[in-house]
């Protein structure tokens, strides 16, 4: 075999202790090794040059990148660096909690209220489903040291909202917005559930009351109760969140037994501790209190529950039937009204206070009214009941029917009260079923008032006087009808008494108030 003689001859000095044949090439020569790039001479072929050209220029290049390397990773280095710094002191500003457990989350940090600005958050809510929870917490965080200024608007999707709500959200009068930390501003709207806009120029929506409730919470200070993810543990965390998603959904829900499941689980809770969480009144007592309260479960509620609501609703001072009288929450439904009062003069007595007055009737007002009629009646005081095992402990005695009563309102808003015996198993579904009447339920504490003019516990077909303007659909047990029992009996206006009339009587102050009731058999 041939071998092509190269262009150079190898220094002769040089001992080639043995030839190799290099891939690609076509001739015989010593190790690269053993030779510096510089007594390479150019090839006529070229692959020999070629070869080390690629050698000297990747060795170039890899040099390059780890000067490169080394300079990323210094970086780096110094990134870290600033980042440790960062760290340790943003937490040696915070005082370590005394029991080790104690969660410190991202959101509880530190409240974003600045002194010298307002902080707005604005709420867009159902006048049918009050965010009562909103009123309790302003007063809390008012509380707080944080002054909390409060106005509310109407939407064009809501025609009229009762003034007895709208006082709980309003201030009256407004003060000076300027001279506040916090803003709410709630616009009754018509919508699925309450949403809060934190920033209207990034239109940044919170969905939502739990979730609303846990934004607001953040604002307290991060030693209070009512911020609740800064000083409660991970475990009261979670149970604090537990809370407020499920056993309030299952409250809120239109299934007769979630809700009544849900309030035996609150009784249960309230039976071993005074407050749902850490024995100490928290932001899940604010928020289970308002879920409740929009449903009207708490007539008629467990004794722990009802025993903890009053508590609560103390705490709020939320007194819707005699709230801000100065706002004359009566005066926009008296002027709606004028024409039924006018019309109803024929059947009512000139002297009675239901045509007379714009001020919803009371226990002596009714008992005035009654004789008016020539109706005679029996009384009975007692101690104030709440539920119907309480009534029956206190009028054992007293002849007649004893009825329980119900302000209810279905899914198009409409308004009813049912007043059957006491000892009758009313179902919402099967009376629903019965009249044709949609997702029959529990009607506002808020509304009840500003129909009948009474407060949850004191509901009565009596209070059918203070219905005006006939919203009012009357659902009655036709056992109430029957002229064998001596008398009928309902709170009169007050659960701290019970009064009976006979059942033609009954029927003859029906008349008088305008009143044709839906006979229901039980």
């Not at 902080?119 to 929870?133: E, G, K, M, Q, T």
């Not at 609150?266 to 407050?275: A, C, E, I, P, Y």
């Not at 007055?357 to 020539?374: I, M, Q, T």
């Not at 209810?408 to 919402?428: F, G």
Request: aromatic residues 8%; charged residues 20%; contains cysteine.
């Amino acid at each position: 075999m041939s071998v092509a003689t190269p262009m150079y001859e190898l220094p002769k000095q040089v001992k080639m202790p043995s030839a190799v044949q290099l891939p690609g090439c076509m001739y015989k020569m010593e190790p690269l090794n053993r030779f510096s790039s510089k007594d390479l001479a150019p090839s006529y072929y070229g692959s020999t040059c070629a070869s080390a050209a690629l050698i000297q220029g990747s060795s170039a290049d890899v040099a390059a990148l780890e000067v490169r390397q080394e300079t990323v990773l210094q970086r780096l280095r110094d990134l870290k660096l600033q980042l440790d710094k960062l760290q340790s002191s943003k937490f040696s500003s915070l005082s370590p909690s005394k029991n080790s457990s104690t969660a410190i989350g991202a959101a509880a940090q530190s409240s974003p209220l600045k002194t010298g600005t307002v902080h707005d958050l604005v709420i867009s809510a159902n006048p049918n489903r009050p965010p009562y929870f909103l009123v309790l917490l302003r007063k809390l965080l008012k509380d707080a040291g944080y002054p909390v200024y409060s106005v509310d608007h109407l939407h064009s999707s809501v025609h009229h909202v009762d003034e007895s709500i709208r006082g709980c959200f309003s201030d009256k009068p407004l003060g000076d917005r300027n001279k506040h930390n916090l803003a709410f501003t709630v616009h009754w709207k018509d919508v699925e559930a309450p949403n809060l806009m934190v920033n209207p120029l990034r239109q940044t929506v919170i969905s939502g009351e739990a979730n609303i409730t846990r934004y607001v919470s953040r604002l307290f200070p991060l030693s209070s109760s009512y911020n609740y993810e800064a000083t409660g543990t991970f475990s009261s965390i979670a149970e604090t969140d537990n809370l407020l998603d499920q056993l309030a959904a299952q409250a809120a829900s239109k299934n007769n037994k979630e809700r009544q499941g849900a309030l035996r689980q609150l009784n249960g809770r309230l039976g071993k501790t005074s407050w749902l969480v850490n024995n100490e009144c928290g932001i899940a007592d604010v928020f289970l209190w308002s879920v409740l309260k929009q449903g009207g479960l708490n007539v008629g509620a467990p004794a722990n529950v009802d025993k903890w609501y009053k508590k609560v609703d103390a705490m709020a001072k939320l007194e819707i039937n005699m709230l801000n009288s100065q706002n004359d929450p009566h005066s926009k439904s008296s002027s709606q009204s004028n024409t039924p009062v006018q019309t109803q003069k024929k059947s009512v007595n000139k002297e009675s206070p239901a045509s007379c007055k714009n001020e919803f009737v009371d226990r002596n007002g009714l008992e005035k009214y009654l004789k008016s009629l020539s109706i005679s009646y029996q009384v009975q005081d007692h101690e104030e009941v709440f539920t119907v095992d309480a009534l029956m402990r206190n009028v054992r005695e007293m002849p007649g029917l004893h009825m329980k009563n119900l302000f209810l309102k279905d899914k198009k808003k409409n308004l009813y009260l049912l007043s059957a015996r006491h000892n009758t198993e009313v179902k919402l579904n099967e009376i629903g079923k019965q009249l044709g009447i949609k997702d029959l339920r529990f009607g506002d504490e808020a509304i009840l008032y500003s129909t009948l003019g009474v407060k949850q516990g004191c509901v009565t077909a009596f209070a059918l006087l203070n219905d005006h303007s006939h919203q009012v659909k009357f659902l009655l047990d036709s056992e109430a009808f029957n002229d064998c029992h001596p008398f009928v009996n309902f709170h009169p206006m007050s659960n701290a008494a019970t009064l009976g009339v006979a059942p033609k009587d009954l029927k003859k102050f029906l008349n008088a108030t305008g009143h044709e009731p839906s006979l229901l058999t039980f």
